[in-house]
């Protein structure tokens, strides 16, 4: 099983406060199948600091090609999308999930032909209780 560390944590410095609700990507990985055998691999993320995640996948290319035709996403061991969720005509799949506060493990197993591809986001809202903006009247 290879695993991917590849986690993407947003820095709080590079945030920028606004009261409108809007999703940051959390984690996101490009799984691909090289050789047509079946892959497995994880991404593992920390949620603390957000709420209403989202997974979000994107099977293949814009124009239709590379799509896969069967996977599995768990999240923590929980089936969160089935071969069933997945075809040719398939572009893009959306779930709500509830991941742990701390470290979670996202598995994707890949069963497709070789060059498909999935990319796999975790997209949740930052739940920083910053102080309003004091506007320019503030400005020294």
Same mark, same amino acid.
């Given at each position: 099983?290879?695993?991917?560390?590849?986690?993407?944590?947003? #820095?709080?410095?590079?945030? %920028?406060? !606004?009261? =409108?609700?809007?999703?940051?990507?959390? *984690? @996101?990985?490009?799984?691909?199948? +090289?050789?047509?055998?079946?892959?497995?691999?994880?991404?593992?993320?920390?949620?603390?600091?957000?709420?209403?995640?989202?997974?979000?996948?994107?099977?293949?290319?814009?124009?239709?090609?590379?799509?896969?035709?069967?996977?599995?996403?768990? #999240?923590?061991?929980?089936? %969160?999308? !089935?071969? =069933?969720?997945?075809?040719?005509?398939? *572009? @893009?799949?959306?779930?709500?999930? +509830?991941?742990?506060?701390?470290?979670?493990?996202?598995?994707?197993?890949?069963?497709?032909?070789?060059?498909?591809?999935?990319?796999?986001?975790?997209?949740?809202?930052?739940?920083?209780?910053?102080?309003?903006?004091?506007?320019?009247?503030?400005?020294?």
């Amino acid at each position: 099983m290879k695993k991917v560390g590849f986690v993407l944590m947003l #820095l709080v410095a590079c945030s %920028v406060a !606004s009261t =409108a609700a809007a999703l940051e990507v959390i *984690a @996101q990985a490009r799984i691909e199948s +090289a050789t047509g055998a079946p892959l497995q691999e994880e991404v593992r993320f920390w949620s603390q600091g957000y709420e209403g995640l989202v997974l979000n996948v994107t099977n293949g290319a814009d124009d239709g090609t590379h799509r896969v035709s069967s996977a599995v996403v768990s #999240l923590n061991g929980v089936k %969160v999308l !089935s071969p =069933a969720d997945f075809n040719q005509k398939v *572009a @893009q799949l959306q779930r709500s999930i +509830a991941p742990n506060d701390l470290e979670n493990i996202l598995s994707v197993n890949l069963r497709s032909n070789p060059d498909s591809y999935l990319i796999v986001q975790v997209l949740g809202e930052p739940t920083l209780d910053l102080p309003p903006d004091p506007g320019p009247a503030a400005a020294p």
